[in-house]
Nanobody
């Protein structure tokens, strides 16, 4: 499945942004979807994941209560709404698809190209 991330941008500390990821084709609902991020000089880390029809979600502790992952299978799109952003949220955000819900990047088979999120303090 091909993934096309969009959104992101720059915002001040405490602001909000959203990113989305489209997956054209008829197999979107066969995948759990995840968001990961990678800051300069750091390893890629898990952010959030959502199950096939959105019933189950999983979040990294660092974003719990501030970020919300959701999906619309009719639009073949997964979203990440980011509120109360902090400077440490600055990173390139990647969407990914996996056959089961996981917070491990090695479990994800398909990746989008990444979109930059910058939070200035």
């Amino acid at each position: 499945v091909q993934l096309q991330a969009s959104g992101g941008g720059s915002v001040q500390d405490g602001g909000s942004l959203s990113v989305s990821c489209a997956a054209p084709g008829r197999t979107f609902s066969e995948y759990c979807m995840g968001w990961f991020r990678q800051a300069p000089g750091k390893e890629r880390e898990f952010v959030a994941a959502v199950s096939f029809i959105g019933v189950r979600t999983s979040y990294a502790d660092s974003v719990k209560g501030r970020f919300t992952i959701s999906r619309d299978n009719a639009k073949n799109t997964v979203y990440l709404q980011m509120n109360s952003l902090k400077a440490e949220d600055t990173a390139v955000y990647y969407c990914a698809a996996a056959k089961f819900l996981s917070n491990r990047d090695t479990e994800y088979d398909h990746w989008g190209q990444g979109t930059q999120v910058t939070v200035s303090s």
